[in-house]
């Protein structure tokens, strides 16, 4: 009896031994698999916001080449156009005004046509940088053609203030002439609700009173007509 106890005593402790190692090898597998998991999961939320910012950057980087221009980073015509739209309903709403400023380059065309297109492109970058140091920072500029320009001035109520910046404007063509023959600017100063009322109609007005710089003998500011201010000799 004594030898039949032994071995089932035997079997048994073996029996445990083995289901032991069996429970051990099983919670060891189920660690390891939990690891991978959590390894898995990492590694995919990593992918996946890598992915996501990489769309992020690229959709930021698509709506600001839709709304910048290239060459001098400026807020373009289309940009320009929406957010004077937006400006204008705000100031309509709190009856505020707003200045613009329609500026065209004099004397751009013989830069281009003596140096070539590439010393054209530097001098609009240098204008660019010239007369984004001279605004305030509530004004917007944008370049929405080829060698023009336009700023506005929200809140603007003064038409000698923007006279003075105008002139500013100018002056900065003026010293350190940024190209090798002489460059000038026209500018036409339009105020809302004044002249116009919706961006079509104060851009326009804005324009006209920038050619009638032009046919005054260029390199000057004018006012549109409807607000009846003498525009201002440089």
Same mark, same amino acid.
């Given at each position: 009896?004594?030898?039949?106890?032994?071995?089932?005593?035997?079997?048994?402790e073996?029996?445990?031994?083995?289901?032991?190692? &069996?429970?051990? =090898?099983?919670?060891?597998?189920?660690? #390891?698999?939990?690891?991978l998991?959590?390894?898995?999961?990492? $590694?995919?939320?990593?992918?996946?916001?890598?992915?996501?910012?990489?769309?992020? &950057?690229?959709?930021?980087?698509?709506?600001?080449?839709?709304? &910048?221009?290239?060459?001098?980073?400026?807020?373009n015509?289309?940009? /320009?156009?929406?957010?004077? =739209?937006?400006?204008?309903?705000?100031?309509?709403?709190?009856?505020?005004?707003?200045?613009?400023?329609?500026?065209?380059?004099? =004397? /751009?065309?013989?830069? %281009?046509?003596?140096?070539? &297109?590439?010393?054209?492109?530097? #001098?609009?970058?240098?204008?660019?940088?010239? /007369?984004?140091?001279?605004?305030?920072?509530?004004d917007?500029?944008?370049? $929405?053609?080829?060698?023009?320009?336009?700023?506005?001035?929200?809140?603007?109520?003064? =038409?000698?203030?923007?006279?003075? #910046?105008?002139?500013?404007?100018?002056?900065s063509?003026?010293?350190?002439?940024?190209?090798?023959?002489?460059?000038?600017?026209?500018?036409?100063i339009?105020? /809302?609700?004044?002249?116009?009322?919706?961006?079509?109609?104060? #851009?326009?007005?804005?324009?006209?009173?920038?050619?009638?710089?032009?046919?005054?003998?260029? %390199?000057?500011?004018?006012?549109?007509?409807?607000?009846? $201010?003498?525009?201002?000799?440089?």
């Amino acid at each position: 009896w004594e030898g039949i106890h032994g071995d089932l005593s035997r079997r048994a402790e073996a029996a445990r031994a083995q289901l032991q190692s &069996h429970y051990e =090898g099983t919670i060891r597998l189920l660690a #390891l698999g939990v690891l991978l998991g959590a390894i898995l999961l990492v $590694i995919l939320y990593a992918a996946i916001a890598r992915e996501l910012r990489e769309r992020r &950057h690229l959709v930021e980087r698509i709506r600001r080449e839709a709304d &910048h221009d290239d060459l001098t980073q400026l807020p373009n015509r289309r940009f /320009f156009t929406q957010w004077l =739209g937006y400006a204008l309903a705000q100031a309509r709403r709190e009856g505020s005004t707003l200045g613009l400023l329609c500026i065209d380059l004099d =004397g /751009f065309k013989a830069v %281009n046509d003596t140096a070539g &297109h590439e010393a054209g492109d530097a #001098l609009l970058t240098e204008i660019a940088m010239r /007369f984004a140091g001279l605004k305030r920072d509530s004004d917007v500029l944008a370049r $929405i053609g080829g060698d023009e320009f336009v700023l506005a001035a929200v809140g603007a109520e003064d =038409g000698r203030d923007l006279a003075r #910046l105008a002139e500013r404007l100018l002056d900065s063509l003026a010293e350190r002439p940024p190209a090798s023959v002489p460059i000038g600017a026209s500018i036409g100063i339009a105020f /809302f609700p004044d002249d116009a009322s919706d961006p079509p109609g104060l #851009l326009a007005s804005a324009d006209a009173a920038m050619y009638a710089a032009k046919r005054a003998g260029r %390199n000057r500011v004018m006012f549109s007509a409807v607000a009846g $201010i003498p525009g201002a000799a440089s």
